[in-house]
């Protein structure tokens, strides 16, 4: 059971934790984005191999350019934030150099992000709350959980938001097909709303509810009539 469970898990696990390895030429930007949900903890830690005469700059925005971490001169540390909404996160580092490309070699950038479960210190944790290895576990398999509740409750919510963005759309936006004339005619909205489930739930309930009554009766009727010709008792 605890192997199925590592198993379930594991996925989850590498979904939270960020590691990548790249050379940044001189006098360039690269900028790496990551989508990350509500009020959860993020930290990093980077490592950026010095040359002369140049300078890295790494800086943390999110998708209203409000900065969350910047670093001048960057070689070597690390960060921490907490996400005040689900957005979209970049971490970019420029490089700039009074001499030109070509001349200077690509500096090495190595950087490991972890977010939610992965980026807590549960180390710490048990020493503040004098907690037992098992409690530990128990605690982080919990925030685990916890995050995959969210997880699921938010892709709910995304899903009942966008067809209800389709519904409100639907007189606007049109399937279109040609005949063989070339000529171009609307076809019939293929956009599923959220009403438009319900009744067809409401549908799909009042068919099985017919089906198994008829069931029912063909039942009954086929017993009584099997007793009037005195083939059963």
């Known amino acids: ?33 990551e989508e990350i949900h509500k009020d959860v903890l993020v930290t990093g830690e980077y490592e950026i191999s010095e040359q002369a005469n140049t300078k890295t700059n790494l800086k943390i925005t999110d998708s209203s350019s ?8 960057a070689t070597k540390g690390k960060f921490a934030f907490t ?16 001499m030109g490309s070509g001349r200077v070699p690509d500096q090495l950038v190595n950087l490991d992000m972890k977010h939610g479960v992965e980026a807590k210190n549960y180390e710490e944790i048990a020493k503040v709350e004098k907690l037992k290895p098992l409690e530990v576990e128990l605690r982080r398999l919990e925030d685990l959980s916890e995050s995959i509740v969210n997880d699921f409750a938010y892709m709910k919510k995304r899903e009942e938001e966008m067809r209800d963005t389709n519904g409100m759309n639907n007189n606007n936006y049109y399937y279109y097909f040609v005949n063989k004339n070339k000529r171009t005619h609307p076809f019939f909205p293929l956009l599923i709303t959220e009403s ?21 009766w063909q039942v009954f009727y086929l017993r009584r009539f099997f007793k009037a010709k005195k083939l059963i008792e």
Do not use: Q, W
């Not at 198993?7 to 590691?19: G, R």
């Not at 319900?198 to 008829?214: A, N």
């Open 66 to 73: 409000h900065t969350l971490y910047s670093k001048e001169d």
């Open 196 to 216: 438009t489930n319900t009744r067809v739930l409401y549908f799909s309930i009042f068919s099985m509810c017919c089906l198994i009554g008829l069931a029912t």
């Open 1 to 33: 059971m605890a192997r199925l469970a590592t198993i379930l898990l594991l996925p989850v696990l590498i979904e939270s934790v960020f590691s990548i390895s790249f050379f940044l030429p001189v006098n360039s930007r690269k900028c790496l984005r």
């Open 83 to 98: 996400t005040e909404d689900y957005d979209m996160f970049e971490v970019c580092f420029e490089s700039k150099s009074p």
